[in-house]
C-alpha cells in the first residue's frame, strides 16, 4: 500500500489539487487496494504476480524526477500523472510478473541508492511548487502553500515582482505572527499601547517617537491632517475643509508621485516647485507641509539636506515618504532634518502588510495618532488594530536588530544567483545583478535577450508563466520589450530554483510562446468623429473620440469629461483595438478600448480603466480601475445640401459614413 500511496502524494504535492491529478491518485490506491485484497484470498500462482506491482510505481516515480530538468515545468505533473495511471491500470491487468529476486535485489539497490543521491542533491528540483520559503510559514499538516486561496478559487503565485501591494507585499515574518497571536489573548486599551509603542519606537530608532499607522497612503493623509489641524478639535472635525487654514503641501517637481490624492483628501492642495529658491518664496505662510519622497531625494534640486534648515525657520514640518526603503538606527531621516518619515510595514519589514512604520517629532507623531483611529476625527476610517500595532513594532525590532532578518538579506544573492545558472549558457540571453544605493532595498537581477534569436516580448513572457503551474510572476513596469528583472525578497531556495528552470526552458525554445499571429487587414474604415456612450458601474458620460485610419493603423484624439488624450491602435477585420493615452501629472489616465464594428455602424465593446505616473508605466496599473461598456455612434458627414445628413451602415470594406 506504501507504494500505491507514496507516488499519489507526490503527484498532488507536483500537481497541486486539480481533479486530473486527484483522479490519478486515487486510481492508484484504489488498484492497489483491489490487488491486494486479491493477492491475500489467492496468493501468486505459480510464483509470479498477476499484474505489474505498484512497486513499481516508485522507481518508475524517480526516474520521472530524475528527468525533471528536460521537462518543462508545464509538463512534468502530466508525464507524472501518465506514469502512475498507467502503472495502476497495468497493476489491476492480466499480466503475469516474475518476482524480483537474485540480482535484480542488487540492480534496485543501486538503482535506489543512486537516484537518492541525485534526487537529494538538487533539493528543490524535486517538486514543482515549494512546500515553504523564507517568507512564509509551512504548510498546515499535509496541505500544501496556498491551500486556503485554492479553495476560494483563486491560484496563488510564486512572487518574483518584489513587495508591489496588488500582489501582496511580503508575508508577515514567523516572529511577527507570534507576536500578533499573542497580541490577539489579550485586550488593552489603544492610548496607552500608542504611547508605550512611540517610546519604544523611539529606542530602538534613535528617533523623539513613532506610532503604527494603516499604511503609507493612509500616512500622508494623517499626517496632513497633523500638520493642518494639530490636536485643535475644533479644527480637526472641520477637515477636509481647510478654508481660511494653511493649507498647501509643497512637493518638488521630479518628485510628484502617484499617491498624492493621500494628501488631497485631508484638504491640502498640493504645490509644485523646481528650486530651492522657489521653495523659499513659497513659504508664506499658507504651506502646512513639504512631502519629499524618499528614493528621489538624491538626485533632486531640491533636497533635503538643503531645504532642512529653511522649512524649520518657517516653521513648516517636512515629511519623507520612504516607503520602499529600510529604517535603521539612527534613521538617517530624521538625523537629516526630516520632522517626519514614513516606512511600508508591510515591505521589506515583514510586518502586518496593511501598516505603516512613523518616526520622527513626538508632537507630531501623537497629532497623527489622535487625528486617526480609534479617535472620532478625521482619519477613523484608517483603523489600525493592537495586533497589527504589535505586529509592526517586532517587524521593526527585528529587522533593525535580528539574526534572523540579516540571514534572510544575506540569502537574496544566492538566490539570484540560483536563477542565472539556469541562464547563462543560452544563446542571446544576458543577465546582471543590480543594486541601488539609498534608493531601493533590495538587489535585482536583470535578464535581457536578443530579439532576432528569441523571437517574444517581456510581455508575452510574463503572461506565458502565469499561465503555467506552478504560476509564475515577473514584474510589468520594470521590464523593457526585451528585458525583464527579478527580486529575490520573496523567493525561497526551492522557488529561485524552479523560476530559473522556467525561465530557461522559454528562452531555449522561444516557439513555445512565440506563436505568430497572421495580419488581418482591416474590412472598416472608422475614420471620423465619434459620439461615445462610456458606461461604469455606477453612471455613465459622454465621450468623443476622432479617429484617422490609414491602412489598419488607427490614430487621433478621445475627448473625455476633463482631458484630451492620444489614441493609438488598429482594426483587424471588423475588430477595434486602441489605447487613449491622457497627459496628467501625477498620474496618467488609460482607457484601452477592444470592440467591433456592428452591423449597423456603431462601434460597441468594453474599455479597461487604469491610471499609473510614467515609472510605473504597465499593463498592470493601466487596468487598475476595472472595466466599463462603451458605443461609439459616428458622427454623421454632410456633403452637399446640409438640411439633408448622410448615413450609412458599416460595410464589409471601405469607409463608415
Known amino acids: 500500500m506504501s507504494a500505491g500511496v507514496f507516488p499519489g502524494i507526490a503527484l498532488l504535492v507536483v500537481g497541486g489539487s486539480a481533479a486530473l491529478f486527484v483522479a490519478v491518485a486515487a486510481l492508484l490506491a484504489g488498484a492497489s487496494a483491489l490487488r491486494l485484497s486479491y493477492f491475500n484470498v489467492f496468493g501468486s500462482p505459480g510464483g509470479r504476480f498477476i499484474g505489474v506491482p505498484t512497486t513499481y510505481a516508485v522507481p518508475l516515480t524517480a526516474i520521472i524526477f530524475l528527468a525533471r530538468p528536460v521537462l518543462p515545468n508545464q509538463i512534468f505533473p502530466y508525464v507524472l500523472a501518465l506514469g502512475i495511471g498507467a502503472i495502476a491500470i497495468l497493476h489491476v491487468s492480466p499480466l503475469r510478473v516474475p518476482k524480483t529476486a537474485g540480482v535484480m535485489y542488487i540492480v534496485v539497490t543501486l538503482f535506489c541508492v543512486a537516484s537518492s543521491v541525485i534526487l537529494a542533491s538538487r533539493g528543490a528540483d524535486m517538486s514543482a511548487e515549494p512546500s515553504c520559503s523564507s517568507n512564509r510559514a509551512p504548510a498546515t499538516g499535509l496541505r500544501e502553500v496556498g491551500w486556503i486561496y485554492r479553495e476560494l478559487g483563486v491560484e496563488p503565485f510564486i512572487q518574483c515582482a518584489g513587495v508591489r501591494t496588488i500582489y501582496g507585499a511580503s508575508n508577515p515574518s514567523d516572529e511577527v505572527i507570534a507576536a500578533m497571536n499573542a497580541a490577539a489573548e489579550a485586550f488593552v ?277 502565469l499561465e503555467q503551474r506552478p504560476r509564475i510572476l515577473l514584474h510589468d513596469f520594470w521590464s523593457t520589450p526585451t528585458s525583464i528583472i527579478v527580486d529575490p525578497v520573496n523567493l525561497s531556495d526551492d522557488e529561485a530554483e524552479i523560476v530559473g528552470r522556467a525561465l530557461a526552458d522559454p528562452f531555449r525554445r522561444p516557439a513555445s510562446i512565440a506563436r505568430e499571429v497572421p495580419p488581418q487587414e482591416a474590412a472598416v474604415d472608422i475614420s471620423g468623429a465619434w459620439h461615445v456612450e462610456m458606461t461604469f458601474l455606477h453612471g455613465s458620460t459622454t465621450q468623443q473620440f476622432d479617429i484617422r485610419q490609414t491602412g489598419h493603423v488607427l490614430q487621433g484624439t478621445h475627448k473625455a469629461g476633463e482631458t484630451t488624450g492620444i489614441i493609438s491602435g488598429e482594426v483587424c477585420g471588423r475588430r477595434v483595438r486602441f489605447e487613449a493615452a491622457h497627459e496628467r501629472i501625477p498620474i496618467w489616465l488609460f482607457y484601452s478600448f477592444d470592440g467591433e464594428v456592428s452591423d449597423d455602424g456603431s462601434l460597441i465593446g468594453t474599455v479597461r480603466l487604469g491610471g499609473t505616473a510614467k515609472e510605473h508605466l504597465g499593463p498592470v496599473f493601466k487596468g487598475q480601475f476595472g472595466s466599463a461598456d462603451w458605443h461609439g455612434i459616428r458622427v454623421p458627414v454632410f456633403r452637399g445640401d446640409p438640411t439633408e445628413p448622410r448615413r450609412t451602415a458599416a460595410t464589409t470594406r471601405g469607409r463608415l459614413e
Request: hydrophobic share 50%; charged share 20%; glycine share 8%.
Open 189 to 465: 486599551d489603544m492610548d496607552e499601547l500608542a504611547d508605550a509603542v512611540g517610546a519604544k519606537m523611539a529606542a530602538l530608532t534613535g528617533a523623539e517617537w513613532g506610532v503604527v499607522t494603516a499604511g503609507t497612503a493612509a500616512t500622508l493623509a494623517l499626517a496632513t491632517a497633523a500638520c493642518i489641524a494639530g490636536n485643535n478639535p475644533e479644527l480637526m472635525l472641520r477637515l477636509p475643509d481647510t478654508t481660511g487654514l494653511a493649507n498647501k503641501v509643497i512637493v518638488p517637481a521630479d518628485q510628484r508621485f502617484a499617491y498624492e490624492q493621500s494628501i488631497r483628501i485631508a484638504g491640502a492642495a498640493i504645490v509644485s516647485v523646481a528650486t530651492v529658491e522657489e521653495l523659499s518664496a513659497a513659504l508664506d505662510g499658507s504651506v502646512a507641509m513639504i512631502c519629499l519622497v524618499g528614493r528621489l531625494d538624491g538626485k533632486s534640486p531640491v533636497p533635503l539636506r538643503e531645504i532642512a534648515s529653511i522649512a524649520s525657520a518657517a516653521g513648516v514640518p517636512i515629511l519623507v515618504d520612504a516607503a520602499g526603503l529600510s529604517p535603521g538606527k539612527p534613521d538617517r531621516w530624521t538625523e537629516s532634518g526630516a520632522d517626519l518619515v514614513v516606512y511600508a510595514g508591510g515591505k521589506y519589514l515583514r510586518a502586518p502588510q496593511s501598516t505603516a512604520i512613523v518616526l520622527g517629532k513626538k508632537n507630531l507623531c501623537q497629532a497623527i495618532w489622535w487625528n486617526g483611529a480609534p479617535h472620532q476625527a478625521f482619519g477613523r476610517s484608517m483603523k489600525v488594530g493592537k495586533e497589527e500595532v504589535v505586529g509592526a513594532v517586532v517587524a521593526l525590532d527585528r529587522w533593525i536588530n535580528a539574526q534572523s532578518a540579516k540571514d534572510e538579506r544575506d540569502q537574496w544573492l544566492p538566490r539570484l544567483r540560483r536563477i542565472e545558472r539556469h541562464l547563462t549558457d543560452i544563446a542571446g540571453v544576458t543577465t546582471e545583478i543590480m543594486s541601488w544605493a539609498g534608493s531601493v532595498t533590495a538587489i535585482r537581477l536583470k535578464i535581457a535577450w536578443d530579439l532576432a534569436t528569441i523571437p517574444f516580448d517581456a510581455e508575452m513572457l510574463r503572461l506565458a508563466l
